[in-house]
């Protein structure tokens, strides 16, 4: 039971057409006092009594109307929807003062069956555009260990050529240890906090042996990702505060291996060849792993890992929104056959957002 804050001068019904909830508020009178009452059943007439206004003793000399004052009174609406006006239920708000004070809503036994939503055409519009504002600066840090990882150069050269493409400044680091991972990281914030001018967006390659949430250093050491990801949030690099933060990470993060499944029936399988005051700490930022959690990520001793090349090659020739251009990487990837181990293998990386626009970079 909810109490008003001020009594209102006469009975009023509410509907909110939304979950068709009602409201029936009780004027003031002697014997019970406002009171707020709400059911969900779904309601469009209510009726409510209440006590008779007549004096004690009085009942022989009541005022023409008092038995109508006592009888139910039945407070309608229209609805705003008009496709909500009919079939709607009834509920009796009728009974002594001691079921209001305890708060007992009864409903009448017999009742319409729920109402069922005309269709109606609906003339969805497109979702307004907001892009982030790439005129700045555009930095980039690669970070890949190359110790027993053939086919790691091919990959580097990959990513540059890609930067370079795309307008980036890139920092190319090679065989860091796990402390030097994070001491990159935070060189690499320091670098665009004091940079001169404005700042667009940032990019991370990491490339590495891995397992889920960590990276192997040089030195055979484990560094977790979670604590790379911080040193650029929008609580620690000021200057990329609600700007993207876009992170590439090739490693496995597990040990598992996807063979593929089969699509259809028999034997055929489907293989082929201005922002606001405030914002969120961790908003902004891209997450692209090479491969799922729990999975391997393959890498070609000469050729370089298929991630890196095909993501390398969407995002050089193609024109699009980020994410988009992510989807044609996972198509390309999912219809791809990777041998290994004299097994065909499937593989697609995996992509987390928190991004608040659209992201261009060409």
Not at 140 to 157: N, Q, W
Not at 310 to 320: E, N, Q
């Amino acid at each position: 039971m909810e109490r008003e804050d001020s009594e209102p001068e006469s009975a009023a019904f509410r509907v909110n057409e939304l979950n068709l909830s009602s409201t029936c508020v009780f004027p003031p009178h002697r014997g019970f006092d406002s009171r707020l009452v709400r059911t969900s059943l779904p309601l469009h007439t209510v009726s409510c009594q209440k006590p008779a206004a007549t004096a004690p003793g009085d009942q022989a000399g009541a005022q023409p109307g008092a038995a109508s004052r006592g009888a139910h009174q039945k407070l309608r609406t229209e609805p705003q929807f008009p496709h909500l006006h009919n079939g709607l239920g009834r509920a009796d708000l009728s009974g002594p003062e001691d079921s209001m004070s305890s708060s007992r809503v009864r409903t009448s036994k017999t009742y319409r069956e729920p109402l069922r939503m005309e269709e109606e055409k609906v003339h969805p519009k497109p979702l307004k555009e907001e892009s982030y504002d790439m005129s700045g600066a555009r930095l980039a840090l690669t970070l890949c260990v190359t110790k027993a990882r053939e086919g790691s150069g091919a990959d580097l050269e990959a990513v540059e050529f890609m930067f370079r493409q795309l307008g980036f400044k890139n920092t190319m680091k090679k065989d860091p240890t796990a402390q030097q991972f994070l001491d990159e990281l935070e060189t690499f914030q320091q670098v665009i906090d004091n940079w001169k001018g404005p700042v667009s967006c940032a990019f991370v390659v990491l490339m590495a042996h891995g397992e889920e949430g960590l990276l192997q250093g040089e030195d055979g050491r484990m560094v977790r990702l979670e604590d790379l990801f911080e040193a650029l949030n929008n609580k620690n690099c000021q200057a990329l505060r609600a700007k993207p933060k876009v992170y590439i990470i090739q490693a496995c993060r597990g040990e598992h291996r996807d063979p593929g499944e089969r699509v259809g029936g028999g034997d055929e399988v489907l293989m082929a060849k201005d922002g606001p005051e405030t914002v969120p700490t961790y908003t902004d930022a891209l997450q692209v792993y090479a491969t799922v959690e729990g999975y391997v990520a393959y890498r070609h001793d000469t050729k370089g890992s298929y991630f890196i090349q095909t993501l390398a090659d969407v995002f050089t020739k193609k024109k699009g929104p980020v994410l988009e251009l992510l989807s044609e990487v996972t198509r390309r990837m999912a219809e791809a056959e990777l041998p290994q181990e004299g097994k065909p293998r499937k593989v697609n990386p995996q992509i987390q957002s928190t991004l608040r626009k659209r992201l261009y970079l060409q």
